[in-house]
């Protein structure tokens, strides 16, 4: 069934029960956005690949809450980004972070702090392959130099954040391991660059 015709049912399906929502219809984080209600060029589903992401997306926010237990500051629950389908958790020191020039009002707030966020999506068109990824923002002077494990882990230069491809974790050794050594060095390179205070912030 077309995008469109499945939002129409949805949208009359919601009438009948007296609901009547105020939704924003054109898709955000794709190439080439088609309104729900006109989009009658993606019409395919299958469902073998929907359940093998929904088990990758179980297995990474077992691990990712694993991650996170380690810190002690604020930090997101590992949440689901609707937009750009990536799986996330974000730590934050606490302290005010610059402005950003020309930040729109929900970018403006999503930094307003300093956050040294890591995540997993399953590839998007500025980087077309699952990749574990983390950056910190403001990004600290020489991160880009730094080395962090395993050492398939890189700097990308293009996305401004380190990468570690999904392909490499699954055919690793230990591949939890792994996702916990990107995500235990990427922050560790950025938060001693960052200068953050790491004895206050977390556990043992």
């Known amino acids: 069934r077309s995008v469109a015709d499945f939002y129409a049912e949805y949208i009359k399906n919601l009438g009948e029960l007296g609901i009547e929502p105020h939704l924003?219809?054109?898709?955000?984080?794709?190439?080439?956005?088609?309104?729900?209600?006109?989009?009658?060029?993606?019409?395919?589903?299958?469902?073998e690949w929907a359940h093998r992401f929904w088990q990758v997306l179980l297995r990474v926010d077992t691990v990712f809450k694993q991650f996170r237990a380690r810190f002690v500051?604020?930090?997101?629950?590992?949440?689901f980004f609707w937009g750009s389908f990536d799986l996330a958790v974000s730590r934050f020191n606490g302290r005010r972070a610059p402005d950003?020039?020309?930040?729109?009002?929900?970018?403006?707030?999503?930094?307003?702090?300093?956050?040294?966020?890591?995540?997993?999506?399953?590839?998007?068109?500025g980087f077309g392959a699952a990749a574990f990824y983390c950056y910190a923002a403001p990004e600290p002077d020489g991160l880009k130099e730094q080395t962090i494990r395993p050492a398939a882990a890189y700097y990308d230069r293009k996305l401004n954040e380190f990468i570690l491809k999904y392909d490499d974790v699954r055919t690793s050794r230990d591949p939890e391991q792994a996702i916990l050594d990107f995500c235990q060095s990427a922050y560790e390179a950025s938060a001693n660059l960052a200068k953050w205070d790491r004895a206050a912030l977390e556990r043992p």
Do not use: L
């Not at 054109?26 to 009658?40: C, G, H, L, S, W």
């Not at 500051?73 to 949440?79: A, E």
């Open 24 to 47: 924003y219809t054109m898709p955000v984080e794709v190439a080439d956005p088609i309104r729900f209600t006109e989009d009658q060029t993606h019409a395919s589903y299958d469902p």
């Open 73 to 79: 500051g604020k930090s997101s629950p590992v949440h």
């Open 100 to 125: 950003r020039p020309g930040a729109d009002a929900v970018t403006r707030e999503a930094y307003s702090h300093e956050v040294i966020s890591c995540g997993f999506w399953p590839g998007n068109g």
